[in-house]
């Protein structure tokens, strides 16, 4: 028995998200039947981001066990030609049977494109939040510097998230401008349900000035979803990276 | 009656091209239908580019006649309001009655772009060629030199194109690599049928090492379809900016 472990892409515009579910096709579905197909071994892979409905990602983490004797290296390829064009494993090596992506220190990357204009872009739409009012971008900028660090982020979750702690820590937050998309970088150790998508949703209320920056840091105190912004949707969310750390 | 101009963005993925054809939905009927549904009026727009099947454009020009009050500028949202979402009218203005967009000088560039990479991305596949050999960026840019100016363009047109002269001018053509993606970028006066498919062909091969650099000047003095190369999948092209010209 040997542990794989795969990078995946996918442009998740198409599916219910990662997670398997009754209703609708997944990432982890698609990803479970072409192993099905590849091994002829009924697989259930584990993934390290369970991504959202319509959340892309250039390198979500998965891993799953095999009896099979296929070359690791050559899962990759082999698993691309039977999955849909919208998935696309980048890199297949075996690792050490104890490994779980879950249960390891991790740096995780997410990117929130907004397009800003008067009329929507028709091209990349599926990769961005279009917004037609001017944002502040500075106001942003100073607003996400109140969220960097270890803070309990209760304010930026789901109202009902089954977690043992909304404590987490943000490595740093990044607004960056380029032409007319404006982009939310994002990197921490992990992150809860919606949590950048919040994160999103309340920095477009500073740029759109319905919010003062310093408000920013009473949401975080205020250990209360409701002060927050909406959640930003899915389709301007993508994980962008992903490291496993010592 | 007025003439107005739209500038139209669209993703020409699900569209059998510009032009109205008996079979397919394409970005001119789109237009027509949504303009009947707005101004009551039986509507043939006249489109300066007629794009090819799943080409994109971020700025085609349309004119068209109407006897409609409606103000101009607020054609635009109108009209979007009434498109399926991979088309969006970017402005719209009152132009001079004898206004012509493909009897105009006028400056276009195209934008063909490939993702290099061992495996596809899935994201942004739409608007990308994928090709997983190594390129050389350098030979792609010595030959696309020799393409630049006033030249026949018999080899780089489809055989039977049924048009007065071959000859066009091309003010620049740029091989620009960031990342994974190379886009090559060619503005000119005005392009042949599947002129800019063919260029990005041919500069492919060059980039595989199948052509040498100076092989393309002597595909161009052949002036024979059948020296050139491929014609690059139409995914990959972009019709960027359209500039009228005095």
Known sequence: MRRIMLTVA???????????QPNGITIEGELNRALKELLGEDISVIGASR??????????MAVFDTESRILPEKIASALNARLPEDIRVQRSVEVAPDFHPRRCHTKKTYEYRIYMGKYENPIGRQYAHFVYVPLDVEKMEKAAGYLVGEHDFKSFCV??????TTVRTLYGIEVKKEGN??????????FLFNMVRIIAGTLLEVGKGKLAPEQVKEILEAKDRQEAGPTAPARGLTLVSFEFCE
Chains 1, 2 share one sequence.
């Open 10 to 20: 996918y442009d998740g515009t198409a599916y219910n998200g990662w997670q398997v």
């Open 51 to 60: 991504t959202d409905a319509g959340v892309h990602a250039l390198c979500n």
């Open 159 to 164: 109202a009902k998230a089954q977690v043992l």
């Open 181 to 190: 998309y404006l982009t939310i970088r994002v990197s921490g150790s992990g």
